[in-house]
């Protein structure tokens, strides 16, 4: 295993697959701990490859949201090209569902935060293209993080506008794949090629999020155009299930151990004081 890249000290190997070998590491400069992705050798040797994607991986450096994973450093060392990303503890996505469904205020708050994710990208002009759960990390703070975004080739389109052009098949598809990470987090299931409702295999599943989740799928006429309406959407659904959960406003506190009414104590402390003090004086004065 290696030991060190760069300034990096090498931990330990968490994971690897055919897109690269995977270890936890040491920032010795910041003093913090990194995730790096060493690409493949095959990948690594071919001079005009290696250098192509690595000038795709730099452009994803401007990505700043707290659901995405940050890229820190796009470094290379003799035969070696790695990317050095924050390191997120916590689960894969695809553990916490397990075959079995979320609650769905817990799944339309992970989809939210998806969406809004991949509309900030998109607002960029980056896109992910390998969306799934094995690419969402769950937080111990119930939060999630969107692992390798664009280490499946990133693309950053030229002069793209604000938002995103709906019509990209790419920019689509990061859309398409939130509604299907919702389904399976609803359904346990991944969407099959024409998904029924997913409230009939689920029936803890609000009626209000089927025409949603078929939307986002693209299964109806009007596919979202952005990722940002549907997370606006989802939005609109969580607020509905928390009112008729009866989240309101808190009730006014009570102060604790109120004060008894009446003449506070310390005030009859003092005045039977005072009247000793005065009866002393007299029988002084008399004698």
Request: aromatic share 6%; net charge neutral; glycine share 6%.
């Amino acid at each position: 295993m290696l030991e060190s890249l760069g300034h990096y000290k090498i931990l330990d190997r968490i994971g690897g697959s055919g897109a690269g070998e995977v270890y936890r590491a040491r920032d010795t400069k910041l003093g913090r701990t990194v995730a790096i992705k060493v690409l493949p050798p095959e990948l690594a040797r071919n001079s005009a490859r290696r250098q192509q994607f690595l000038a795709e991986a730099r452009t994803a450096v401007v990505l700043s949201h707290p659901t995405i994973a940050a890229l820190y450093e796009v470094g290379e060392e003799k035969d070696l090209a790695y990317l050095v990303c924050e390191y997120v503890p916590g689960e894969p996505l695809t553990t916490a569902i397990a075959s079995r469904s979320l609650s769905p205020r817990r799944a339309i708050d992970f989809a939210t935060q998806l969406a809004d994710a991949v509309a900030d990208a998109h607002a960029e002009g980056i896109v992910h293209r390998n969306l799934r759960p094995t690419t969402v990390t769950v937080t111990p703070k119930e939060k999630v993080k969107i692992l390798d975004f664009g280490f499946a080739g990133w693309t950053k389109q030229p002069g793209a506008p604000a938002q995103a052009p709906a019509e990209d098949a790419d920019f689509r598809a990061d859309v398409l794949a939130v509604g299907a990470i919702l389904y399976e987090m609803l359904t346990g299931k991944q969407p099959p090629a024409n998904p029924g409702a997913a409230s009939s295999l689920n029936p803890n599943v609000p009626k209000e999020l089927d025409p949603i989740i078929a939307r986002a799928l693209g299964k109806t006429d009007g596919p979202y155009e952005s990722a940002a309406t549907l997370a606006a959407e989802l939005r609109s659904v969580a607020a509905m299930l928390d009112v008729r959960s009866g989240d309101k406003e808190p009730p006014t506190l009570v102060p604790p151990n109120p004060q008894p009414q009446g003449v506070p104590p310390w005030v009859i402390v003092v005045a039977v004081l005072a009247a000793l003090t005065a009866l002393v004086w007299l029988a002084t004065r008399a004698a």
